[in-house]
């Protein structure tokens, strides 16, 4: 099995060779009779790498057998419908936190050749497939994978920036920040006690990171300004900071999120408001203390924030405004858990995704 992986590269560059054209596109000659020889033995090799891939479990032999793909790439070109599915094998070697990182990072190198060789396509299966890997490896994260995820977001975010990905960059894009959208839309019209696990969760946290990260790394002004053009990602940057806004209204235990925004904006050379509600002081004062000694404690005027922002979890308390001329205090207020305060801040929460989905709507190159 070593002697086949080691040599079966070197003998069909010798009888097949790569050529390379002056755009730097990769070309293998399939009109050949070598080629029509040796094609049968290529599949058959090939199929053989699919299934042996998922079954070894020693790190070395894993990375020797993705090293003998890496050369083998250009020839899998041909076959479109099996590279596909080879792409999502080794992306799951990509995205598994228990298997060494030297060879997580050796399957990375394959789906990046495929992506720098491939066509359109090719490119936008390479993205899609890395994303739902993300995605999927970032439901179980603890102190232990996080270094493993956060290897996974960096080396994603590469791929989006290579040359020719602007299109097929800004389509996956589009649709998963839109798709983060609606999911932050229906959290909120939907008034049940469990609509926050829709944002409150892992997955929702590591995209809108993973989101921001690639609009910092290929928006940056310095790389455009070396570029001599804009980054076709920057018109996301919007949307993705309106999302993570709404995310942090909405449940402000994700408020540590506002750093990711400032470092997009610093990035990016944009402008926006990074401070949420729970992050701004209160700007209103409190209500002046009643003087009629005979009034009735229900009658006490409550001072209600609209700022005031608690996690799903937590009663949300408002305190009336004490009032020493009273023996007897009024008991405060508990409203449950998944009730959004006030109501008229449900509603300003609800126009600002309408503002931010209209455009997204509006766009003809996603439904």
Same mark, same amino acid.
């Given at each position: 099995?070593?002697?086949?992986?080691?040599?079966?590269?070197?003998?069909?560059?010798?009888?097949?060779?790569?050529?390379?054209?002056?755009?730097?596109?990769?070309?293998?000659?399939?009109?050949?009779?070598?080629?029509?020889?040796?094609?049968?033995?290529?599949?058959?090799?090939?199929?053989?790498?699919?299934?042996?891939?998922?079954?070894?479990?020693?790190?070395?032999?894993?990375?020797?057998?993705?090293?003998?793909?890496?050369?083998?790439?250009?020839?899998?070109?041909?076959?479109?419908?099996?590279?596909?599915?080879?792409?999502?094998?080794?992306?799951?070697?990509?995205?598994?936190?228990?298997?060494?990182?030297?060879?997580?990072?050796?399957?990375?190198?394959?789906?990046?050749?495929?992506?720098?060789?491939?066509?359109?396509?090719?490119?936008?299966?390479?993205?899609?497939?890395?994303?739902?890997?993300?995605?999927?490896?970032?439901?179980?994260?603890?102190?232990?994978?996080?270094?493993?995820?956060?290897?996974?977001?960096?080396?994603?975010?590469?791929?989006?920036?290579?040359?020719?990905?602007?299109?097929?960059?800004?389509?996956?894009?589009?649709?998963?920040?839109?798709?983060?959208?609606?999911?932050?839309?229906?959290?909120?019209?939907?008034?049940?006690?469990?609509?926050?696990?829709?944002?409150?969760?892992?997955?929702?946290?590591?995209?809108?990171?993973?989101?921001?990260?690639?609009?910092?790394?290929?928006?940056?002004?310095? #790389? *455009? /300004?070396?570029?001599?053009?804009?980054? $076709?990602? !920057?018109? @996301?940057?919007?949307?993705?900071?309106?999302?993570? %806004?709404?995310?942090?209204?909405?449940?402000?235990?994700?408020?540590?999120?506002?750093?990711?925004?400032?470092?997009?904006?610093?990035?990016?050379?944009?402008?926006?408001?990074?401070?949420?509600?729970?992050?701004?002081?209160?700007?209103?004062?409190?209500?002046?203390?009643?003087?009629?000694?005979?009034?009735?404690?229900?009658?006490?005027?409550?001072?209600?924030?609209?700022?005031?922002?608690?996690?799903? #979890? *937590? /009663?949300?308390?408002?305190?009336?405004? $004490?009032? !020493?001329? @009273?023996?007897?205090?009024?008991?405060?207020?508990? %409203?449950?858990?998944?009730?959004?305060?006030?109501?008229?801040?449900?509603?300003?929460?609800?126009?600002?995704?309408?503002?931010?989905?209209?455009?997204?709507?509006?766009?003809?190159?996603?439904?």
């Amino acid at each position: 099995m070593v002697l086949s992986l080691s040599h079966v590269p070197e003998v069909l560059q010798h009888h097949l060779p790569i050529k390379e054209s002056a755009s730097g596109k990769i070309r293998v000659a399939t009109d050949t009779k070598k080629y029509r020889t040796l094609a049968p033995l290529l599949k058959s090799h090939s199929q053989s790498l699919m299934h042996l891939l998922p079954l070894l479990t020693d790190a070395a032999t894993q990375k020797h057998l993705l090293n003998s793909t890496l050369e083998l790439v250009p020839y899998f070109l041909s076959f479109r419908k099996f590279l596909k599915t080879f792409l999502k094998t080794i992306v799951e070697v990509w995205s598994t936190n228990s298997i060494d990182e030297a060879t997580r990072i050796t399957a990375f190198l394959v789906v990046r050749k495929a992506a720098v060789i491939g066509d359109e396509g090719i490119k936008e299966t390479c993205l899609k497939a890395l994303y739902a890997g993300l995605v999927k490896a970032s439901r179980q994260t603890s102190v232990h994978t996080i270094h493993g995820i956060n290897l996974m977001k960096n080396s994603a975010a590469e791929i989006v920036g290579l040359p020719g990905m602007d299109k097929v960059g800004y389509q996956a894009g589009f649709g998963y920040i839109r798709q983060l959208a609606v999911h932050l839309r229906n959290s909120i019209t939907n008034n049940s006690k469990e609509s926050y696990k829709t944002v409150y969760n892992w997955q929702y946290v590591h995209s809108l990171d993973f989101w921001s990260r690639v609009l910092a790394m290929h928006c940056d002004g310095l #790389k *455009e /300004a070396q570029a001599g053009k804009e980054s $076709p990602l !920057r018109p @996301l940057i919007y949307p993705l900071v309106q999302v993570t %806004l709404g995310a942090i209204r909405y449940t402000s235990s994700l408020s540590t999120f506002s750093s990711n925004i400032i470092n997009t904006m610093e990035q990016t050379n944009s402008y926006g408001l990074l401070l949420p509600p729970p992050l701004l002081p209160n700007p209103l004062p409190p209500p002046p203390l009643p003087l009629n000694r005979g009034i009735h404690p229900s009658r006490i005027p409550y001072f209600r924030s609209p700022l005031l922002r608690r996690d799903q #979890k *937590e /009663a949300k308390t408002i305190y009336p405004q $004490p009032n !020493r001329l @009273l023996r007897h205090h009024p008991r405060p207020k508990i %409203l449950p858990a998944h009730t959004d305060l006030p109501r008229r801040a449900r509603r300003a929460d609800r126009r600002a995704l309408r503002r931010v989905l209209r455009p997204l709507q509006q766009e003809h190159c996603l439904p």
